[in-house]
Structure formats: structure tokens, C-alpha cells
């Protein structure tokens, strides 16, 4: 309001009046002469504070409050404030504070009439420490149209968009509780947390907020410095650096009464955080299989002898085939995880060109507690294991440091969790968020990684989380959708899993897997297949490895042995008396009188062609052996000249691998010499 504009809505007479009690003659003074004098000697402060001085107390509240409301306020709500609803009461204290306190018809019409103090008296009127800073003063000088923008974002829908008129909506908006906490909740939490900053002091620097919450929440701050008009600066310069920076008192009032209300913060407490669920009807775990699954690699390594491959690992291909006998056949990453941890741990190790399962792997799988505990800790530290590329196995150096980075977040964020208790994977979510910062600022910028936060989490926990058994998963689908859609979507920590976050040696950690008996016995068919019990010792069970073919593996493995399961026993530097007392030894059906025979036949045969790649030989133990070799073109083909009545050279083009392949084909057990 202009004291001038003002002024001129006052009556002749009135003016006159007013120019006789501050000293001025108006004798032949016209209106505007009178309004002249009196614009240049009404603001004079130390007539204000006479003025105020003689007023009576409710009459300085009057006008404190209007002072501290931002100097206008319209009738309607002057009425209501000062005068009990009563317009000719209102009316009469306005004749009171002729000269100091004005009502304005023309600024905003007829309909909405004005009561306010004009901008030069304004200044001089003391306001109290604790009516500092209120919303209509922050309001006042912000442009109509960012008002306008600010009201849209708190839901105000306004038909009316003068300036005056979208401040007194704000305010009433904000100062409204139901209406305040629903805006609340639209915000994000980094900006309920900087709000809750402010409460106890009400004022802060950029400092302190950085120190408190972290440089992420000064950038959020500075966003809300510019969009959302209720703050200020005592020194009047709210964007320099060292600026305290001070929230609107009356709007603070009403987010402290919020807060009280929900135990003291306007965010939730992080215990409130976590929502329960009831017990899912569907369950996903994989701990009763961990340790089997191990050593069903380990074995198929034995087997096998996959190929090392250039920059380290197991070739795709290799990793295929084994996880066809695992019991977590839909995420390829279970296999890769298991071989990178076998080879981190030393229980596979590359000789030459291939991989060779370590001498003590079996003693090492029937330790359950030191393999969980060790598989644990591959995860938490791995430089290798890679959660959000589709190659898992493969990953810059930086990004590997991002990712351990949000693996020891996540751990730690789990260490504030309930065990045994269903959590729903969105309020986890939002608790995490919270209780990180590094993880809430990853979550803004997923950009340089291809995966979102999100995405990076839920394949976490269903990954490797679950195959360690550290948590189960219930409503396995539910973690396939994004967050918004995930609500069926729980977890809980396993008690083996609390042992693992907490670093205990308990035990839990051997919780639901099959303890190894040290008595247990496999069975021994006369249709050449064994079948494994859950219990049997890791060692025995990698030794059934060497002697078979795995064919099934569900509550019982079963294997099958060949003529070529026993050679590969025999390449293996297994004797055939070694294969007889081990199997007649640990089957609890003794040893069929058709799988002595296989036994026997194949121990008779094997070693009768010995290859010597180092010096380029085969030898046979007899001279019709060897003259039954020349006589197979597809043999005689990698044989050059013959030596002695058993001993032959190899062909300088001959590969001894491919040779031995043809040779089993044509029924020969041959052994390959490292001679």
C-alpha cells in the first residue's frame, strides 16, 4: 500500500484534521498540498514511535500484527483478527489509527477492501522477535508468477490470481495442518529432512546442513531456495554462501505441531520406516543347496577339466552345462558367482591350459560354517563379482569401487533390520534411501552405471543375498517389477544371515543345510547308477564325480558309470583296485557283480596304447595291438614311422587329444603319459 494513494482516499476534512495533530496550518491548503505535507512528515520514525508509544497495548498488537503480516491484510480477515467479526467495531478502532493504519478501496476494488500500513511507515513499526519472518513478509516481494507456480505445486487450484490474493491462499494453505501434511508428503525425503533441520533452531547455514545431511542436501536446498518462497535471510541476501538462512516462523509453528505429532520429525523415524508383512505363501531360498551346488561344480570341473580361459575363468559354455544339475536354473549369474568364488577362495586352480578342482576342496565344502562365512566375504570385497551388467563377470575398475561401495550400504543398512521379520521391499527401499547418503545419491544419478538403484537393489537381494542365505524372498515374481509396482514384494533376514551381517560365529549359519555325516552311504545299482544321499561327505561325493556322470540332482544325485567315466577315473591316477574299495567300502548295497565286471574289464584294458606327447610315441603292450592300429585309416593317419614291434612315432601334425578322442570311439582305453 502507497501512503499517498492512501492519502487520497481520505475525505478533505479528515486530511485537515490529521495536518492539525502532527503541527501542520491547513488553513487555504488544498487536498493535495495536504497530501504532499503529510507523505513527508508521517514516516518520520521518531513520530511512529510517539505515535506507537501512545497507544493503548490491544492498539499496538493491532498494529505490530499488521506489521508483521506484511503490512496488508483484507477486511475480511481484519474482522476476524481484530474485531470478533464485528465491521463497525473494526471501523472504530481504524479511527483510532487515523494517520497510521489506512483502509484501501482501489487497490483491489470495492468488494475486496484493504487494511494495511503503507510501505514508508512500514519500516519504522518494531515487529517482535518471535512474529519475525512470517509467511505474507517472505511472500511479499516474490513476482506474481513464481507465486502462481508455487501454488500449483502445492495443490491450490485459484480462479482469482492477483498477487495479494494467491500470498493470502498460500499462507492459508500452508498454515492449514491437513493441508501442510499433504503437501509434506508430496516432497522427497531429502527435503523433509532439511525441513526438520529447521525446526529446533529455525535457523542454519549451508554449513551446517552439508555437515548434518551431506552435499546432496545443500544442492536440494538450493533448488528450494528458488522454487518454494518460504524462507528468508535476516541480512536480506538469501543466496550468499555464509547467509543464515531462517524458515518462515509461522509456517515452522505449523510443521512443529506435525511433527510432534509423528514422535518428533517431520520424516518418519527409521524404525517407522520398514513395513511388515504377514507370512508369503511363496518362498524362494536356495540354502539347503549352496554347499551342494558347490561341490556339484567342483566335481563337474573334476570331470571335465574345462579350459582356462585367456584373462582368467570358465568358458560360457562349461558354466551351461553345470548349471543344468543346480537347483537355481533361471539366473545364469548363481553359476557365475559360485565358479568366481571357487576360484577367488582357491578351491579350483588353473594348471597350464585348464582348470583342476584343489586336493583339499572336499575336506573344505564340509566346513559349512567357514564356506558360508567365506563366501560372505568374496561378495562384500569382490573386485570381480558384477551385479548390474548382463556379463557379471566383467567390469571397469570403477565401477567395481561404485559397487562395493553400495554392497557395504546395503550391509549396513541390513545390520538396522529386524531378522525374522517379512519387510516389504519398497518401504526397504525408502530406508535405505534414507539411512544412505551414498546410496540416495547413486539412486539421482544412475546415468554413468545403465542400471537404476533400484533395479541394481531388487537384483541383489533375490541374487546373491538369497543364494547365500543371508535373506529369503517371498512372492519371487514381485521382484521382477519396478518399485512402484512391488508392493507384494518381502524379504526377511535369515538367522544364518544375521550371523553373517554381525560377524558371529553361530550356529545358525549351518541353518537348513543338510549337515554332512561322515557314515552316510551312497547306493550302488546293478544298472551301473549310484545314488547320492543330501549327507554324503563333499569328499565322497567329488569322488562319484570322477567315477560318473552326473544325470539328476534333486533330494538325491544321481550318477552314472561308463566305460568312459571309469577311464576318466583311471586318467585320473585311480587304479582299479582303488575304484573297487571305495565303492564296495562307502555303498551301503555293496559292490553289483556287474559293475565289478565293467570295473575289471576296463582295468584290463586301460594302459594297453600309452601316448607320449613329449617325445612323440605310442606304445602298445602288444605287437598285434599295434598292427591293429595301422590297420584303422582314421588311426593309421596320425602315426608316422614304427620303431619297434610296439613302439610307433606320432605324426608331426598329430594332436594327441583329438587322437585319444578317436581312439575311445573305437572302444580303445587309452592313456595319455606326462612322461
Known amino acids: 500500500m502507497k501512503l499517498r494513494t492512501a492519502l487520497t482516499q481520505y475525505p478533505f476534512s479528515t486530511l ?3 495536518a492539525r495533530d502532527v503541527g501542520i496550518d491547513p488553513g487555504g491548503s488544498n487536498k493535495t498540498f495536504l497530501a504532499d505535507a503529510l507523505c513527508r512528515i508521517l514516516p518520520d520514525p521518531e513520530r511512529i514511535a510517539k505515535r506507537l508509544s501512545a497507544l493503548s497495548p490491544e492498539q499496538r498488537a493491532m498494529v505490530q500484527t499488521l506489521a508483521a503480516e506484511g503490512g496488508d491484510l483484507l477486511e475480511t480477515e481484519a474482522v476476524e483478527k481484530f474485531a470478533n467479526g464485528f465491521l463497525p467495531r473494526l471501523h472504530a478502532q481504524l479511527s483510532d489509527l487515523t494517520g497510521l493504519v489506512f483502509r484501501d478501496v482501489h487497490t483491489l476494488g470495492d468488494s475486496d477492501v484493504l487494511i494495511g500500513i503503507p510501505e514508508s511507515l512500514l519500516k519504522s513499526i518494531p515487529i517482535p522477535d518471535a512474529d519475525q519472518g512470517r509467511l505474507l513478509v517472505i511472500l511479499k516481494p516474490i513476482s506474481v508468477g513464481l507465486l502462481r507456480a508455487f501454488a500449483d505445486q502445492i495443490g491450490l487450484r485459484l480462479s482469482d490470481t492477483r498477487k495479494l490474493i494467491v500470498s493470502n491462499a498460500i499462507r492459508d494453505a500452508l498454515l492449514d495442518i491437513k493441508t501442510l501434511h499433504a503437501y509434506l508428503e508430496t516432497l522427497s525425503e531429502d527435503r ?9 533452531t529455525n535457523a542454519l547455514t549451508r554449513r551446517e546442513i552439508a555437515d548434518k545431511l551431506g552435499e546432496s542436501a545443500v544442492r536440494e536446498l538450493e533448488d528450494m531456495l528458488w522454487k518454494m518462497p ?6 536480506r541476501n538469501l543466496h550468499a554462501p555464509d547467509a543464515a538462512i531462517c524458515l518462515a516462523s509461522d509456517l515452522c509453528a505449523a510443521l512443529s505441531k506435525i511433527a510432534q505429532s509423528q514422535g518428533g520429525q517431520l520424516e518418519s523415524s527409521l524404525d517407522t520406516l520398514l513395513e511388515t508383512s504377514t507370512t508369503p505363501t511363496a518362498i524362494r531360498e536356495n540354502t539347503a543347496f549352496l554347499i551342494r551346488d558347490l ?9 571335465r577339466l574345462p579350459r582356462r580361459l585367456k584373462h582368467g575363468g570358465i568358458s560360457k559354455t562349461d558354466l551351461r552345462d553345470t548349471n543344468k544339475y543346480c537347483h ?5 549369474g548363481y553359476i557365475e558367482f559360485l565358479t568366481l568364488f571357487a576360484e577367488t577362495t582357491g578351491l579350483i586352480k588353473p594348471h597350464d591350459t585348464v582348470w583342476h578342482t584343489a586336493s583339499d576342496a572336499g575336506i573344505r565344502t564340509g566346513q559349512i560354517i567357514d564356506i558360508r562365512k567365506a563366501c560372505f566375504e568374496f561378495w562384500f570385497h569382490s573386485k570381480r563379482w558384477n551385479e548390474w551388467s548382463s556379463d557379471r563377470t566383467k567390469a ?10 553400495i554392497r557395504s550400504e546395503i550391509v549396513q543398512s541390513l545390520r538396522h533390520c529386524p531378522a525374522d521379520t517379512w519387510m516389504t521391499y519398497p518401504s526397504y527401499y525408502q530406508f535405505l534411501t534414507r539411512l544412505s547418503e551414498p546410496f540416495r545419491h547413486f539412486a539421482k544419478d544412475p546415468s554413468y552405471t545403465g542400471t537404476t538403484a533400484d533395479e541394481l537393489l531388487r537384483r541383489t537381494i533375490t541374487g546373491a543375498l538369497t543364494w547365500m542365505g543371508v535373506v529369503r524372498v517371498g512372492n519371487f515374481p514381485n521382484f521382477s517389477t519396478p518399485l512402484q509396482h512391488s508392493k507384494q514384494a518381502v524379504f526377511q533376514i535369515t538367522p544364518a544371515g544375521y550371523a553373517l551381517l554381525h560377524d558371529t560365529q553361530d550356529d545358525a549359519l549351518t541353518e537348513q543345510i543338510p549337515l554332512q555325516n561322515s557314515d552316510a552311504k551312497f547306493v550302488v545299482q546293478p544298472n551301473f547308477e549310484v545314488l547320492s544321499p543330501p549327507d554324503l561327505p563333499s569328499v565322497h561325493y567329488l569322488r562319484l564325480c570322477v567315477l560318473g556322470d552326473i544325470k539328476t540332482q534333486d533330494i538325491m544325485a544321481c550318477f552314472h558309470l561308463s566305460r568312459d567315466s571309469i577311464h576318466r577315473a583311471f586318467a585320473r591316477g585311480l587304479s582299479g583296485d582303488e575304484i573297487r574299495t571305495f565303492l564296495t567300502r ?20 586301460y594302459g594297453e596304447i600309452k601316448i607320449i606327447p613329449s617325445i612323440g610315441r605310442i606304445k602298445t603292450t602288444t605287437r598285434e595291438l599295434l598292427d591293429e592300429l595301422y590297420a584303422q585309416p582314421r588311426i593309421a593317419q596320425a602315426l608316422d614311422d614304427r620303431i619297434s614291434p610296439t613302439t610307433a612315432t606320432l605324426h608331426n601334425e598329430a594332436n594327441p587329444k583329438s587322437l585319444i578322442q578317436i581312439l575311445q570311439q573305437q572302444g580303445y582305453l587309452p592313456h595319455l603319459s606326462r612322461e
Do not use: W
Open 295 to 303: 561341490t556339484t561344480l567342483l566335481g563337474i570341473i573334476t570331470q
Open 192 to 200: 523433509r529432512a532439511i525441513l526438520d533441520l529447521f525446526l529446533p
Open 586 to 605: 562307502h555303498s551301503a548295497s555293496g559292490l553289483p557283480d556287474m559293475v565289478d565286471t565293467l570295473i575289471a574289464e576296463c582295468d584290463e584294458k
Open 230 to 235: 518460504i524462507f528468508y535471510a535476516p541480512n
Open 16 to 18: 485537515c484534521q490529521l
Open 328 to 332: 537355481i536354473q533361471d539366473d545364469p
Open 396 to 405: 571397469t575398475s570403477a565401477r567395481m569401487q561404485v559397487l562395493k561401495n
